[in-house]
């Protein structure tokens, strides 16, 4: 064999078979610890657990983020960033799409819900601030005052985190499950017990509550308040 064809021969093992890693960045540090959060829970997210998620020391992450904090905020600023604006036909439908919208992406991140309930800094991207600026223009369109919008965005805000907590089975009507199922049974018969006929005419639509027709359901009643009061102030 001649020296040529020795250097040309792929050496085994060598840098062309070593399989391409991305680098470590901001993006990927976040997307890591989004994942952790979303299969693990919320305090499973420490710089410790989401180094070993990427193959790396924790300590190197500090190169690209200052802290867990960090992180966090770079998460719920991530995951306004997924959501996807789609435009109606009028403000109505608009808006119900947004609320779908966040209901969506709230479902498919359920510690997100904690996060923004205990955030108490100011955000740092403004990409993360396109909703917000999205859905009040949608209030304005309605014929909202700036009061009435922020009032009516904590309202509307209140009811998605109060139906995604629903949904994920933390009230009556969640989804289905053994200790669901025998606390409906022992409710129920308590009920058929007592003097308590409106409980007991409801009871079947708690337990077999849709989760999407009740969510349109709440969100009829709001728009038709805003409806309301805008046509009271006019």
């Given at each position: 064999?001649?020296?040529?064809?020795?250097a040309?021969?792929?050496?085994?093992?060598g840098?062309e078979e070593?399989?391409?890693?991305e680098p470590?960045?901001?993006d990927?540090i976040?997307?890591?610890?989004?994942?952790?959060m979303?299969?693990?829970g919320?305090?499973?997210?420490?710089?410790?657990?989401?180094?070993?998620?990427?193959?790396?020391?924790a300590?190197?992450?500090?190169?690209?983020?200052?802290g867990?904090?960090?992180v966090?905020?770079?998460?719920?600023?991530?995951?306004l960033?997924?959501?996807r604006?789609?435009?109606?036909?009028?403000w109505?439908?608009?808006?119900r799409?947004a609320?779908?919208?966040?209901?969506?992406?709230?479902?498919?991140?359920?510690?997100?819900?904690?996060?923004?309930?205990?955030?108490?800094?100011?955000?740092t991207?403004?990409?993360?601030l396109?909703?917000?600026e999205?859905?009040?223009?949608?209030?304005?369109?309605?014929?909202?005052?700036?009061?009435d919008?922020?009032?009516?965005?904590h309202?509307?805000?209140g009811y998605?985190?109060g139906?995604?907590?629903l949904?994920?089975?933390?009230?009556?009507?969640?989804?289905?499950?053994?200790?669901?199922?025998?606390?409906h049974?022992?409710?129920?018969?308590l009920?058929a017990?007592?003097?308590l006929?409106r409980?007991?005419?409801?009871?079947?639509y708690?337990?077999?509550?849709?989760?999407?027709?009740?969510f349109e359901?709440?969100?009829?009643?709001?728009?038709?308040?805003?409806?309301?009061?805008?046509a009271?102030?006019?």
């Amino acid at each position: 064999m001649t020296a040529s064809s020795v250097a040309e021969a792929p050496v085994e093992g060598g840098a062309e078979e070593r399989p391409h890693r991305e680098p470590l960045s901001r993006d990927r540090i976040i997307r890591a610890a989004l994942r952790i959060m979303d299969e693990e829970g919320l305090d499973a997210v420490t710089m410790r657990r989401v180094g070993r998620e990427l193959g790396v020391e924790a300590m190197s992450l500090y190169n690209h983020v200052r802290g867990k904090e960090d992180v966090l905020d770079g998460i719920i600023q991530g995951v306004l960033r997924e959501f996807r604006i789609t435009r109606g036909a009028d403000w109505t439908e608009s808006t119900r799409l947004a609320a779908r919208e966040f209901r969506r992406l709230l479902v498919a991140h359920p510690s997100v819900m904690k996060l923004m309930i205990q955030r108490d800094k100011p955000f740092t991207n403004a990409d993360s601030l396109q909703v917000y600026e999205y859905i009040f223009e949608l209030l304005h369109e309605a014929g909202l005052s700036g009061a009435d919008s922020g009032q009516a965005f904590h309202v509307f805000g209140g009811y998605i985190l109060g139906a995604v907590t629903l949904e994920l089975g933390l009230m009556v009507g969640g989804p289905s499950d053994d200790a669901h199922e025998q606390g409906h049974q022992e409710m129920a018969q308590l009920i058929a017990l007592a003097d308590l006929p409106r409980l007991r005419e409801v009871m079947p639509y708690l337990i077999d509550c849709d989760m999407d027709q009740q969510f349109e359901f709440g969100l009829d009643l709001l728009i038709e308040g805003l409806r309301s009061r805008v046509a009271a102030s006019s």
